[in-house]
């Protein structure tokens, strides 16, 4: 029996028709399986709304501070670290603990100190810990004109709520428990190129452009980057600069944890043992305080911060 | 000393090219003739004829200020590691350009140092000045602040504050022509050329619009290039030459 021509135009409509339900169909399901967006982060006001006032004048010398605390701050400052090497962009850019999440979430209790901070007491602790340096004494210009530089950033920005991008990208523990040889193959393949083999970082006609990431120009090891935890989430959403989020969490864990087991300056709050200061400050899986990596037992060496 | 080394060299030519006249002897003759020590300069200015190297020159102009006619960028002042990188990548197919990977193939490690070592020594001369100042300013923004909400970061953060850049991955940017950055980073964009280190300039060119390309560029080309680095090859000592005996000096 022969197919007429009515009945080819009928398997036609009906072949057309279900390419098209399938389509939609699909459309649909797509539409709803979709990811919520992730909520869009604050935005803050642009640096071209600095006021021309001394309050504005206060907020400029924060941010030439916060760009270039060597030579802005220097006498607190005792490595080759600056403010924006981890609060990217200045302090604007979310999940790279911007400024703007900042400052709105002190005063705080915050259990490293065990009472409630301020924000400027915060600032000290960048000081003391991710700048191996020396606390700015309360009212000092320069955590003044820190403060400011914070509060002009957060302009707009709800206090007492959790804003998304604020503080670093949190992840999951990763499937494998983060591993310092995996590690290092992430580093050299991904890390090496601007922070060096040996994590000294790069600098160019006298200004450091790439920051080292562990030995003795680095952070110490009570600062916040020298928790794998922080060190993994940051990666995640920033590294390599301009490649953000391209690193699977395994990687970013890894890394971290290749990265925060090296040699780096001593804990501030050494007690004189590294054991006891393991027990009183370091006593978490996110910190290799005390524990040996490649043969090395990490956290020795008197503090060198400037005193 | 040298004029006696040429006619020697002349000499034994002749005899070469008389045996091998049947064949090729004039071209024979040529080469030994003028197989002189390969600088970084000579090959520049004159090419390697024994090789098919053609002169940088021709291409680059005489003082390697580059040239818009053959879309050959600045060489002149530019960092050395980023140059024998570049010749590197050109002979491997990495970076791709007919004109230059045929000129790469022909160069050898010592061929490759010495070039590069010659332009990174040679004066760089910048644009200085910028044609369209808007757009400058706009390239300027971006240059510093990036935008990060689009995941560009600033060009500084790479390629330093003044835009000289860093050891062999990251080169000067400032003085270069605006013709030749903005080509590159459309190629970059265009997944065209692909030497960049972890894709980085492929990543953060593909986010920029073509405006915003161009901006960039006519920035860059109105900083001030590097001061050039003191020659490394070997000073030739100067040729002393009676003085002339009724000169009149000069004042002061």
Known sequence: MSIGRTQWITIATVALASGVLTLAAGYVVGRFNARPAAPKPFAPPAMSAIPNSPFGREVAMGRAIFDDPGANAHAFVGNDLKCSNCHLGEGRVAYSAPMWGAYV???????????????????????????????????????????????????????????????????????????????????????????????????????????????PRSYNWGAGMADINNAAGFIKANMPLGKGGTLTDQQAWDVAAFIDSQPRPQDPRFTGDVGETRRKFHDTANSMYGRSANGTLLGQGQPTNVK | MGRQGTSRAAGSAAVVAAAA????????????????????????????????????????????????????????????????????????????????????????????????????????????????????????????????????PPCASCHGADGLGVGASFPPLAGQRADYLERQLIRFRWNDRRDDPLGLMRGVAARLSAPEIRAVAAYYATLPPRAPSPPTFKATPPTIRPAPAARPRGAG
């Open chain 2, 21 to 152: 006249m049947a064949f090729s002897g004039a071209s024979a003759a040529w080469s030994l003739a003028a197989a002189p020590e390969r600088t970084g300069s000579s090959i520049a200015h004159f090419g390697m004829i024994q090789h098919g190297t053609r002169a940088c020159a021709s291409c680059h102009g005489a003082n390697g200020e580059g040239d818009l006619a053959q879309n050959a960028p600045r060489l002149a002042g530019e960092d050395e590691a980023y140059l024998e990188r570049q010749l590197r990548a050109f002979r491997d197919g990495r970076r791709y350009s007919l004109v230059m990977g045929s000129v790469a193939r022909t160069l050898d490690d010592e061929d490759r140092a010495a070039v590069a070592r010659y332009y990174a020594s040679l004066p760089a001369i910048g644009e200085a000045r910028a044609r369209t100042p808007g757009l400058a300013a706009l390239g300027g923004a971006i240059a510093h602040q990036g935008d990060w909400a689009r995941k560009v």
């Open chain 1, 105 to 215: 979430s002190y005063p705080q209790y915050r259990a490293k100190n065990g009472h409630v901070n301020t924000f400027a007491e915060r600032l000290q602790g960048c000081f003391k810990y991710s700048m191996n340096g020396k606390a700015p004494p309360l009212g000092d210009p320069v955590l003044v004109a820190l403060e400011s530089y914070a509060y002009f950033l957060a302009n707009g920005a709800p206090v007492g709520t959790k804003l998304p991008g604020q503080g670093f990208l949190k992840l999951s523990r990763p499937p494998l428990p983060p591993d310092y040889v995996r590690g290092q193959d992430v580093y050299t393949a991904n890390c090496a190129l601007c922070h060096g083999f040996d994590g000294k970082g790069q600098a160019a006609r006298g200004a450091v452009l790439f920051p080292p990431v562990w030995g």
